[in-house]
């Protein structure tokens, strides 16, 4: 168990390896009850919602979601969040736990008798159900009620609580997040465990899921995402709607980067193996320059090798041009390629 | 956790092995168990001078480096060739096939290691 944005959470259950290998193979249950998860409801949601978020909640259908941003005057990342609409007055926000409280407190400075924001630390349970054998386990414990498409969300009615169920995750794999009260919370991961057992699910820890999001080259607010950082210059342009007339925090700048390029920009680098793994922190290098830095690195379980995103001024080298990073004082190699390293699914 | 009795232990969770003609060292049972599993592994240059607390490798899993220190002063003798290709014999085996090098003492009676009772009791409180 480590200390994580005043939560507890356990690294691994029966090891980060096999958590890993299980959720690429059959399935992987992780707790994610740490998560901020905020209602925003009332008439006036909608067009307070346009008003903050980066992605434009308008194109949004009932029981549709997508990923956002909450961003600074600067157009650096706050938050990165998902963002579900339940109806036209009724949306569902899912936060980060480290930025929980300041988003919240964020939102309810927007408050007004038309829409009002919900959900303190602590109050809520979540899970996340990922993997190839996701749908099959969720079916079992759902006994038939059909499960919407992906990047959707649907309130369904277990163990005689509603809950929420969304076709979304942060594993690169097609799965489920489950958010319920707490007491359900314990029985629909009982629940989801059992019938995952003959399946090959196991419980995955924090170490898994950095691991998983990273192969399908997914950011990690507080290291490939900041204040400092904008979701232009971390690769992630086509979640920031300009297409509106709508202001937003930072959108002037963000309007100017997507247009004339960013200063720095997000790439992905490759090492090899029986070389030593690429790290958060490292230096990266092109000839005897540095250009930047790597923000998120790992060896990763599926490729056999280190896999990296990284921060580097541009004009950025262009993928597969061979660039170095430093690790504890000697040059290792490494190849640009795209963010995502593994084929989507 | 194992502690075998016949070796001295680092309270940074490295373990020696005293011999005729030198020492041998690895990290310990509970070292393996916090790093999970080993994917990488930086061994020192043969011949290499080491003072007792310096860092003279690192061990890799996929969630962390973790720096290995001389638990003594020496000379670094002979090391692991094995492991770069089986870095999880690190796992399976931490005071057997899993060693990671040998060292040749500065001095014959290692100072400031701990039995295998006094670590044991460092791992609980």
């Not at chain 1, 649907?154 to 707490?182: C, M, P, Q, R, W």
Request: net charge neutral; aromatic share 6%; proline share 9%.
């Amino acid at each position: 168990m480590i200390p994580f944005a005043g939560w507890n959470l356990p690294v691994e259950y029966s090891g980060l390896l096999a958590e890993h290998k299980a959720t690429r193979q059959e399935a992987g249950l992780f707790d994610i009850s740490h998560m901020g998860q905020i209602r925003a409801q009332g008439k006036a949601t909608l067009s307070c919602l346009e008003s903050i978020l980066a992605n434009d909640p308008s194109k949004l259908k009932d029981g549709e979601g997508h990923y956002s941003f909450i961003t600074n005057e600067q157009g650096g990342v706050i938050d990165d969040l998902l963002v579900y609409r339940l109806s036209p007055d009724d949306f569902f926000l899912v936060v980060n736990a480290s930025r929980h409280t300041e988003i919240l407190q964020l939102l309810k400075k927007h408050e007004t008798p038309q829409v009002r924001f919900s959900g303190n630390p602590g109050t809520a349970a979540g899970m996340a159900l990922q993997g190839p054998q996701a749908a099959a386990i969720l079916n079992q414990v759902l006994q038939g009620v059909p499960i919407p498409p992906r990047n959707h969300i649907a309130k369904f009615t277990l163990f005689g609580a509603s809950i929420l169920i969304a076709t979304t995750g942060y594993t690169g794999e097609n799965g489920y997040e489950i958010f319920s009260d707490i007491p359900t919370g314990l029985k629909i991961w009982s629940a989801l465990l059992e019938a995952g057992k003959p399946l090959g699910l196991l419980p995955c820890g924090l170490g898994s899921r950095d691991s998983l999001r990273l192969e399908a080259g997914l950011p990690l607010n507080g290291q490939d995402l900041s204040p400092e950082i904008s979701p232009i210059e971390a690769g992630l342009g086509m979640f920031v709607d300009l297409n509106r007339a709508r202001p937003f925090p930072g959108r002037a700048i963000l309007e100017k980067q997507k247009k004339s390029g960013s200063p720095r920009i997000s790439i992905g680098l490759q090492g090899q193996p029986g070389q030593p793994p690429p790290r958060h922190g490292y230096p990266v290098y092109q000839g005897h320059k540095q250009i930047g830095v790597i923000t998120s690195g790992v060896p990763s379980p599926t490729l056999g090798h280190g896999i990296a995103l990284a921060l580097v001024t541009t004009p950025a080298p262009a993928c597969g041009q061979d660039l170095e990073f430093e690790v504890r004082g000697r040059r290792v190699p490494a190849k640009v390629s795209p963010r995502r390293f593994l084929p989507k699914k | 956790m194992n502690t075998p009795n016949d070796l001295l232990y680092a309270k940074s969770h490295e373990w020696l092995r005293l011999e005729k003609d030198g020492a041998t060292v690895g990290i310990t049972d509970h070292a393996q168990s916090a790093l999970s599993d080993v994917v990488f592994v930086e061994l020192p240059k043969t011949g290499r001078k080491v003072k007792a607390g310096e860092v003279v490798a690192t061990v890799e899993s996929v969630k962390a480096a973790s720096d290995i220190y001389a638990p003594v002063a020496g000379e670094i003798t002979s090391v692991n060739s094995a492991l770069p290709n089986d870095p999880g014999m690190i796992n399976r085996e931490p005071y057997g096939q899993g060693w990671l090098f040998r060292i040749q003492p500065e001095q014959p009676k290692p100072i400031g290691l701990l039995s295998n009772t006094d670590y044991a009791a460092t791992l609980t409180s």
